[in-house]
């Protein structure tokens, strides 16, 4: 069993910055493949980012790229995500999730998910 707790959600600005952290716990840390994801108020929850479990591979929405990167940090057995250039449209909870990965491939459907957290509240203000 996989625990992964986030932190690092609040009330920002627009172009304001903010950094996300998930810790996780329960398994070998480099054998999960890890994502943030998001859903907003009434609607679906959707892609963020995505890395891989060893070789540090990543993936994007497209509505991030260039102003998101997400890294992990294998000391900590934390998975970062680093939000830059925030916009009005970034609001909503931000989840962290993981499963187990022998391989160094990303993934980015919610179904490919094994494991994930409770959530963090990311609000940015116009």
């Known amino acids: 069993q996989v625990q992964l707790v986030e932190s690092g959600g609040g009330l920002v600005q627009a172009g304001d910055s903010l950094r996300l952290s998930c810790a996780a716990s329960?398994?070998?840390?480099?054998?999960?493949?890890m994502a943030w994801f998001r859903q907003a108020p009434g609607k679906e929850r959707d892609f963020v980012a995505a890395?891989?479990?060893?070789?540090?591979?990543?993936n994007y929405a497209d509505s991030v790229k260039g102003r998101f990167t997400i890294s992990k940090d294998f000391a900590k057995n934390t998975v970062n995500l680093q939000m830059n250039t925030l916009k009005p449209e970034d609001t909503a909870v931000y989840y962290c999730?993981?499963?187990?990965?022998?391989?160094?491939?990303?993934?980015?459907?919610?179904?490919?998910?094994?494991?994930w957290g409770q959530g963090t509240q990311v609000t940015v203000s116009s």
């Open positions: 329960g398994r070998a840390f480099s054998s999960l493949a």
């Open positions: 890395i891989s479990s060893f070789v540090g591979r990543t």
């Open positions: 999730a993981a499963v187990v990965s022998s391989g160094g491939g990303t993934f980015s459907l919610s179904s490919e998910y094994t494991y």
